[in-house]
Nanobody, 123 residues
Framework: QVHMVESGGGSAQAGGSLRLSCAVS????????MAWFRQGSGKEREVIAA????????LYAASVRGRFTASQDNAKNTLSLQMDNLKPEDTAMYYC????????????????WGQGTQVTVSS
């Protein structure tokens, strides 16, 4: 079992920055992939950043590439999402997630989810 808790959401002006954190606990050795997702109002949940657990390479959605940076701190069992140059369309609930199955990390089929943290960007 893996437990994930996000923090750091809030409000920002367009062009501003926010940093999200995700505390990961439990049987983290069982995870294969880690990812950040978001879900805007009336929209489907989408993966925005995904990586193999413990590996530095991250895939990003085109909508956030160049503005968002995801990272892992394996010693502290935390994930981070640095969000710069925020846009109103980034307004959404943001989730961290972990996957235990092998295969492609760029999927919505994740095993464990945090409760989400709200990000609101005003113009």
């Amino acid at each position: 079992q893996v437990h994930m808790v996000e923090s750091g959401g809030g409000s920002a002006q367009a062009g501003g920055s926010l940093r999200l954190s995700c505390a990961v606990s439990g049987d983290t050795s069982s995870t294969v992939c880690m990812a950040w997702f978001r879900q805007g109002s009336g929209k489907e949940r989408e993966v925005i950043a995904a990586m193999l657990t413990g590996m530095p390479t991250t895939l990003y959605a085109a909508s956030v590439r160049g503005r968002f940076t995801a990272s892992q701190d394996n010693a502290k069992n935390t994930l981070s999402l640095q969000m710069d140059n925020l846009k109103p369309e980034d307004t959404a609930m943001y989730y961290c997630a972990a996957r235990i199955q092998g295969g492609n990390c760029w999927t919505t089929a994740y095993t464990y989810w945090g409760q989400g943290t709200q990000v609101t960007v005003s113009s």
